[in-house]
């Protein structure tokens, strides 16, 4: 099994690749989804006013840890532990594949890159980025650009990547961005 990290940077396209790889096919995983399931496993730790409904407001959430970095830091501590392990679940319980993705955004600055065989980083301009961003979540510019500031910087995660789509136009280009780096993946040795 050849194990695939997908990352890029905040509103990239992750998801959308996500999409392209899960209708050709392949076995495609989120570790947002993980993390939520995460959160929701710790909220007794968490101890602040982040809960809507009985359950995480991701807004509230993300409003607070976007804006306080130790905060951040103590909610990375108590969830990349768990979400490393669920990863490693998965590849446990696919063992079989000859590929399987797991998409995850911050994959370096959780330092996940040991977990993979190969990563591929979905690259969008700053532009291009903001954006989409300020659009998809409904946020303002100082907002968003908090978001996009937390991260790495593309330079940085490029540079160790294996493969780099660049996710700059429309869904047929990204689609055959895609292709291509699937069939650059059948080539390489299980």
């Known amino acids: 099994m050849l194990k695939i990290g997908i990352t890029g940077n905040i509103a990239s396209g992750k998801s959308q690749v996500e999409k392209i790889l899960d209708n050709l096919g392949y076995k495609v995983f989120d570790s947002d989804k993980i993390a939520h399931e995460v959160l929701d496993e710790i909220t007794d730790l968490w101890g602040y006013d982040v809960f809507s409904e009985g359950k995480i407001d991701r807004k509230k959430l993300g409003a607070l840890v976007f804006s306080d970095k130790s905060i951040k830091e103590k909610l990375e501590n108590l969830t990349h532990p768990k979400i490393k392990s669920k990863i490693l679940e998965i590849f446990e319980n696919n063992r079989n594949e000859d590929f399987v993705f797991v998409s995850v955004p911050l ?16 690259y969008t301009d700053s532009e291009t980025q903001l954006k989409r961003l300020i659009k998809r979540n409904n946020l303002s510019q100082e907002d ?47």
Do not use: T
């Open 144 to 190: 968003a650009q908090k978001r996009i500031n937390s991260q790495l910087p593309y330079e940085e995660k490029i540079k160790k990547a294996d493969y780099v789509i660049n996710n700059n136009s429309d869904l047929e280009s990204l689609n055959k961005e895609v292709i291509q780096f699937i069939k650059k993946l059948q080539n390489y040795p299980l």
């Open 107 to 122: 994959l370096y600055e959780a330092h996940f890159e040991d977990l993979f065989d190969r990563i591929l980083i979905i």
